[in-house]
């Protein structure tokens, strides 16, 4: 394993302990809200893991204004895909939490309460 | 035990995912492998073929617009989902769990808000209408609009809300972001060239720049309409009690 490759590129690092306590979340914590919660910040993590891929050292933004010619002949251009990828990604994450949160509010008033193992009426992880 | 169990299990992904890592191409470079097929010429020649000089909306609108057109119809399905599981609110009795509770919120939250929503609105409009030239854009204006009146709600109580936003006024504008695309797309079909091309052919010249500029800020617009509105109604559908029997002492 190359750990100085490891400290270079921190935030992917980051991305993936983000990553493990969302899952974590989704995995543990009975009430459907945190469960939620917990899937948001996965999504987070890979939008921190895709927007990181993209960068560069004393990057400029990608947009054509004075300098820009400069900045691009010396390859210090931000890849502008990742970015144009993950604001998708973020619009398409809110929608779908919107529709989740819209399904709790159903399932509490079905059930009185957010807890999964009581909705189910039976243990689960 | 189960825990346990759960955290062996992500301590495993964890070190398969640091060694990933320990192999990816170093961050920062500048020449890592995603900059070397498309981009280049994406940032090279963006902004004459994409027609803005942010690359990044030349990417969405243009490169790529049937995505975009696409992800407006994503958002669209999401309220047409909330609103099939939620029921919108009624017309001018929608009550929220603002309204109902006794403590109303202080006078130095409303008035701190009807001072910045105002401001907060013209900074949205501000980032909508120059998504081309600077960081910007539709979704992200969209979301500001959202942000500042869903703030208002939460101040003043939804009827205050749904007065100065009727659901007849939000009911034309939360399509507006597909009819924008579909307005552009059709436009330039109809003149003999592709979908999405934002060019009409027979005008050469400076005009062409012109229209095209033209053609990309409608659609800009019509996203950060349908966008701030879509999530409006999303939140209204949320937050309305009167599902419930109102409950005159919940604290």
Redesign the interface.
């Known amino acids: 394993m190359n750990f100085s490759r490891i400290f270079h590129n921190l935030n992917y690092v980051v991305s993936a302990l983000l990553f493990l306590m969302g899952l974590y979340a989704v995995t543990v914590k009975p009430n459907i809200i945190k469960k939620l919660i917990g899937l948001n910040i996965m999504e987070t993590s890979v939008f921190l893991l895709i927007v990181s891929v993209g960068m560069v050292d004393n990057g400029v933004a990608p947009i054509v204004t004075e300098g820009y010619r400069n900045a691009l002949e010396a390859g210090r251009v931000v890849n502008p895909i990742p970015q144009a990828l993950i604001l998708t990604g973020i619009v398409v994450a809110v929608s779908t939490t919107a529709v989740a949160l819209s399904l709790c509010l159903r399932v509490h008033e079905k059930y009185g309460t957010l807890n999964a193992p009581e909705i189910l009426g039976r243990d689960v992880l | 035990m189960?825990?346990l169990l759960?955290?062996a299990a992500?301590a495993c992904?964890?070190i398969m995912?640091?060694?990933t890592?320990?192999?990816?191409p170093?961050?920062?470079?500048?020449?890592?492998p995603?900059?070397t097929h498309?981009?280049p010429r994406?940032?090279?020649h963006?902004?004459e073929e994409g027609g803005a000089?942010?690359?990044?909306t030349?990417?969405?609108l243009n490169y790529?617009g049937y995505?975009?057109m696409g992800?407006v119809t994503?958002?669209f399905?999401?309220?047409c989902?909330?609103v099939a599981?939620?029921d919108r609110e009624k017309r001018g009795r929608s009550r929220s769990a603002a309204d109902i509770s006794k403590v109303k919120s202080s006078v130095i939250v409303r008035t701190v808000v009807r001072i910045a929503v105002p401001v907060i609105i013209l900074f949205a409009v501000y980032t909508i209408l120059h998504g081309e030239?600077?960081?910007g854009?539709g979704?992200?204006g969209g979301?500001i609009v959202g942000a500042s009146i869903i703030l208002f709600t939460l101040a003043f109580g939804l009827p205050e809300s749904t007065d100065r936003m009727p659901l007849g006024a939000r009911i034309p504008m939360e399509s507006s972001a597909m009819l924008a695309f579909l307005a552009m797309g059709f436009l330039g079909l109809a003149f003999g060239v592709e979908f999405l091309t934002y060019a009409l052919p027979g005008i050469h010249g400076q005009a062409t720049e012109t229209i095209r500029m033209l053609m990309l800020m409608v659609v800009e617009i019509g996203i950060g309409v349908a966008?701030g509105i879509i999530?409006i109604s999303?939140v209204f559908?949320?937050i309305r009690e009167d599902?419930?029997e109102l409950q005159p002492d919940i604290p």
């Open positions: 189960r825990r759960v955290v992500l992904l964890g995912l640091l060694y890592i320990g192999r990816m170093p961050m920062n470079s500048g020449s890592t995603d900059k498309v981009v994406y940032l090279e963006g902004e000089p942010n690359i990044i030349s990417v969405i790529r995505d975009t992800e994503v958002i399905s999401a309220l989902a909330v599981l939620l030239t600077s960081p854009g979704f992200q979301a966008g999530f999303i559908a949320m599902r419930y």
